[in-house]
């Protein structure tokens, strides 16, 4: 079998589709409480003027702004949408150079399959780590607020209209 | 001194965070999601859609044959190699499936993303489901897959003598189609939990059309396979994606209406009036 798929239509259909992707990658907002010395991930509901709405697994919370010390607004940078397509490209093409290498050998015998098995699930398994280390790499940004409410013009009313304007952030 | 805080909400939409998976929920969940399927399926509310789906079918079945020249045209005016079928005809056997899921595990791990485990979990959950009711479909209605037919549209021999069938499995399995099950099983789950990334839905069509074109070309499908299939693939995936989140729904929060008696942290007493709308 010769290994044609990096001149085809095909693969160039995908490449362009990731290329025009979004590279966005949600934020995640963290706060620390008066009462805590860190900071603690939490999945936003909505923003209010007195309250900070957030989901937890027992249900809707509510934090009083008064009981909050600051909030950080986390984002990591995504990769450029070229760095993303190159890596895209190459994990379908590792996935293909695999099917055909071993499909030499098809019909699979069980201890065959099983490595088979092996194979795709190990593979794929370090794709996604190495993926996520590299991603790591990427310096994160953070917004970190301190929370003044009585400074109305301040970045926690900067902030705070951010967070009730910018529905994306919510939890879906 | 006291104070009053009112809180009120107006959100619509449904809150959902994902909880992380057990090592073997996905084989766990699979007979309550046959199960669920069915009855989701077969009652009287679904009846259009069925009579829809058959008729499709029916309809596809009678044009099987020419269909498949158009397919073979498709490929002979674009150009592209049988090699190239082959790449097409294996984005839904299920290794890339595995391989995507492995890998939203290994990314999952790494981040401690319970979104991406959740969505591991439930792309090998719907795969097997699917599995398991296009096997049972297959042993049942014996359809000539097209490289082997031995009539214009591949003769069906309902319920086949089951040694006859794994001695000469292409006789016997052509309908429905796993292939197409399995990759719009994974399309379902990963554009259901990512719905912020917005290529996977075109992406995911795209890769079942070429899936459904490359088999046609090999030779091992019929397009008249591929409704059933979609089908099977498409209700696991929801149900899978369903099971695996914690939804809040807006009615145990939504119009409601309580006071409770509130200290801050500088001392102050009061009432908190929470109306959600």
Known sequence: MS?????????KTIVVLILFSSPARSVSLEVKLKSSQQFKKVWLHRAEQDFLVVVTPSGVDSLDWDSVQGVRIKKTN??????KTFLYFGYFTFFYFLLETMYVE??????????????????GAVGGYAYAKLLEQNKDEYLSVEIDKQNKNGKFQKTL??????????TK | MCSVFIFLGSSLHAQTIYKKPGMVDFIKNIPSDISEYTKQTLCYENAQNIGAMTLGTGLLIYYDDKLLDVSNNIREQGGWSKQVDWYMEHIGDGYLQLYVGSSLIG???YNNDDRALQSASQIFESVFASGILVQLF???TGRESPFVATTPTGRWRPFPNQVDYHNHVPNYDAFPSGHVATITAMVVVLSENYPEHAFIKPLGFLAIALNGLGMMNTGVHWISDYPLGIALGYGLAKIAVKKGRVSKKNNNINNSFSIFPSINHRGNVGFSINYTL
């Open chain 2, 138 to 140: 297959k042993h049942v």
């Open chain 1, 161 to 170: 209209d951010f967070l009730i304007s910018n529905k994306k952030y919510q």
């Open chain 1, 3 to 11: 290994f044609d798929l990096l001149t085809s239509w095909l693969q």
């Open chain 1, 78 to 83: 995504d990769f450029h949408p070229t760095k």
């Open chain 2, 107 to 109: 990314y999952g791990f």
């Open chain 1, 106 to 123: 098809a019909p699979f015998s069980v201890p065959q399959f099983l490595g088979v098995f092996t194979v795709f699930g190990g593979s």
